[in-house]
């Protein structure tokens, strides 16, 4: 192996932020596809705009405060956090623009072409415009309170990505002020898609039009003897991290329940407007803001486009829609079985949504009712309202069980849930504890301990997705239900971390972050190096959402430069470069953008031969490696492990829903060669593993 090449050389490495939005642009770029269904194409640019929410509110506006407080702290890219604002406002430009075109010019005249419609003012007719005037004043008006802006009324705080109005007026009020501006906040509650009924206003059963359009249309309203000579809608984006001092506070909660209302009110990061709004208006919110012309968006249609989703679930048009399914279920697992019996027998891989989320419900709920069952532990990072999950853990607290709940309340945009999940579960009796300062607890895990002829065994749940019922019709993931010994002593270890003080003993079967697991990555990836060397196969496969850990990719291109042929299945940002001469010429990147949101991490060593499948929590990015608490867990039962090997070969078959990420950061979609079949492995998947209708 060639010690001599400097790895940490900066042209190595791509920056994390313009990989993340190469990532959003391969999402808008599924908008486009005509192969993807209509209301699918429009929901995939409602994703890639609240991706775009996500970018600005957390990675652009943490870039924003180290170039403001002068930082010269460089990735491994070398760039400056100045050089890294400049490049990223010149992309997320360019993919917003393209954003509009691709609404303007391409949906809305196909979705016309199906009846549905976005009627523009100029386009009311009589019947539509006097319906539309009576909502205004019946549903608008009584909500809506325009603020004058003058020395006794300053500019109003306005809510983070929410929508409003500046209105230029001519005139006095009835005061005799002479007001020039006045901002109009469109309240939360109200719909931003508004359906014109066919019966009453006539055109078709499918017509919309825009809340801004009929704000808009009906402004004078709002100014009775004033002149309104422009309305122009606008949205600022804002700072959405929450800042709390783990090492200064005493309860957790109470300070995050503190920090939150604040979210809304951040520092502003980036301003959107109307095309059509003037140079003046424009200048004047970016003043108010403290924002410069970089920050500034101009779009050609709603600012709002992520509340177009509710389009998606307000129309019945299943021929515009993805095919529905029914997640299939292992024919071992039917209805009644006994879950504890069943993991006695044998370990249980489950991938998520293919197959049902129902049995890891079924086990907590089993466990919640079983008399032998004396404790249930578990982690909870994201669980949605109304979580049979939770439930279940209430009630078996409510029976007397002890009951122990890891919630994470810094799980991102879910702190509020969390902290109400927190209360209940506490209310029924269960120990509720927030993790370790410091380092997230983002490992999924559940641990049953049951009574079983005078000796406790334990049953384990873990996963590489929360356990949140929606996400998982959604989310491509793992689960794996094991009685396995040595597994549950690990997951019991792992409790034991999270909720006392004190040293424990090393795992027995578990990889855990922030402690083994990336020195065990680093080691296996060696161990592949050293086989190439040696003349045998040396093979990895790893799939993960995120590559950015530099010790992990040096340790990557070190295997390559030796030999080893590297496979990586990364969705979103990756900092490797790949197919560098003589240094990643063996490692091959490419992500997959579908129908279901890629979210299962799984690393495969070939080992000489004796393939080692680990899946995980964690992808291979700092975060997850030093500042959370994060488990990988083997998948040492053959048949499963073989079905994961067999999933990994698809992705990488992948022909139709792949991305091929070249050496100068680019990626290529990835098309059949000629005389190939188009591949898709999700629908492979869908095909395999669903019920069939």
């Known amino acids: 192996m060639d010690n001599a090449v400097d790895l940490k050389q900066p042209e190595l490495y791509f920056n994390r932020m313009l990989s993340l939005l190469e990532f959003n642009r391969r999402v808008l770029e599924e908008s486009k596809d005509p192969s993807v269904p209509l209301l699918e194409r429009l929901k995939f640019l409602c994703i890639f705009s609240t991706n775009m929410d996500d970018f600005f509110e957390i990675r652009l506006a943490g ?37 509009y075109r691709v609404l303007n010019d391409e949906l809305i005249p196909l979705l016309a072409e199906h009846s549905i419609r976005f009627i523009k003012r100029q386009d009311w007719t009589e019947s539509q415009s006097t319906w539309l005037r009576r909502y205004f004043e019946e549903d608008l008006l009584p909500v809506l309170s325009p603020l004058g802006l003058d020395p006794a009324h300053p500019f109003p705080k306005v809510l983070n990505k929410s929508l409003n109005f500046i209105v230029s007026l001519e005139g006095k009020d009835a005061f005799g002020r002479n007001t020039g501006h006045a901002i109009v906040q469109a ?76 979210r809304r009110y951040g520092d502003a990061v980036r301003l959107e407007v109307a095309a059509n709004c003037p140079d003046a208006q424009a200048g004047f919110l970016l003043k108010e803001f403290n924002l410069t012309r970089e920050d500034l968006y101009q779009v050609d249609g709603p600012v709002n486009l ?71 532990k ?102 794996l239900l094991t009685a396995d010994r040595r597994i549950g002593e690990d997951v019991h270890r792992v409790f034991l971390q999270l909720t006392s003080l004190g040293r424990f003993s ?54 390559s430069i030796a030999g080893a042929e590297i496979d990586l299945i990364v969705r979103g940002i990756c900092a490797l470069r790949p197919g560098v001469p003589g240094i990643s010429e063996n490692i091959r990147v490419r992500s997959i953008v579908g129908r279901f949101l890629e979210h299962t991490r799984v690393y ?28 990988a867990f083997p998948v040492d039962d053959e048949e499963a492990r073989a079905r994961i090997i067999d999933d990994l070969e698809c992705y990488l078959r992948d022909n139709v829903q792949a991305w091929e990420l070249l050496p100068d950061g680019r990626y290529r979609r990835v098309e059949p060669p000629d005389g190939e079949e188009p591949f898709s492995a999700q629908q492979a998947l869908l095909e395999r593993l669903a019920e069939k209708p």
């Open 63 to 99: 870039i924003k405060q180290k170039a403001e407080l002068g930082s010269v702290q460089t990735e491994p890219d070398n760039r400056s956090p100045q050089e890294v604002l400049k490049a990223t406002s010149a992309l997320a430009h360019e993919l917003i623009d393209e954003q």
């Open 604 to 631: 495969l060593f070939e080992n000489g031969g004796e393939r080692e499948v680990f899946c995980s929590s964690a992808d291979w990015a700092n975060r997850n490696l030093f500042r959370r608490v994060e488990t």
């Open 506 to 559: 090393d795992l027995n079967r578990l990889l855990q972050a922030p402690f083994t697991l990336h020195d065990s990555l680093v080691a296996r990836i060696e161990r592949e190096a050293d086989h190439a060397a040696d003349g045998r196969a040396g093979r990895i496969i790893a799939k993960v959402n995120a590559l950015t850990e530099p010790r992990i990719i040096q340790a990557l291109y070190r295997a």
């Open 187 to 262: 309240p939360r509650a109200l719909p931003r898609l508004i359906r014109i009924p066919q019966e009453e206003a006539g055109g078709g059963p499918d017509d919309f039009v825009f809340l801004s359009s009929v704000i808009h249309a009906f402004v004078n309203d709002l100014f009775p003897g004033m002149t309104v000579k422009g309305c122009y809608q606008f949205r600022v984006t804002r700072n959405g991290d929450l800042f709390v001092d783990e090492e200064e506070v005493d309860d957790l909660m109470r300070a995050l329940e503190g920090e939150l209302p604040q």
């Open 378 to 479: 578990q982690t909870l990072y994201r669980t949605g309202p109304d979580s049979a999950i939770v439930n279940n853990l209430v009630k078996a607290a409510r029976a007397g069980k002890e009951v122990t709940v890891v919630v994470e309340l810094r799980a991102r945009f879910d702190e509020e849930a969390n902290i109400q999940l927190a209360h209940r579960l506490q209310e029924a009796g269960a120990h509720v504890v927030y993790g370790v300062v410091g380092h997230k607890t983002h490992g999924k895990m559940a641990l049953v301990v049951r009574r079983e002829d005078r000796e406790l065994r334990n049953y384990v749940h873990m996963g590489t997705g929360n356990y949140h019922s929606r996400t998982a019709r959604l989310y491509t993931d793992y689960g």
């Open 306 to 376: 992520g509340r177009l989703m509710a389009l998606y679930d307000l129309l019945d048009h299943h021929d515009l829609k993805y095919p529905s399914f029914t997640p299939g279920m292992p024919p071992f697992l039917g209805s009644g079985v006994d879950m504890f019996k069943v993991m006695r027998n044998r370990d249980i891989l489950l991938h998520h949504p293919f197959e049902s989320f129902v049995p890891v419900i079924d086990f907590v709920r089993q466990a919640a009712t079983d008399p032998k069952v004396l404790a249930i």
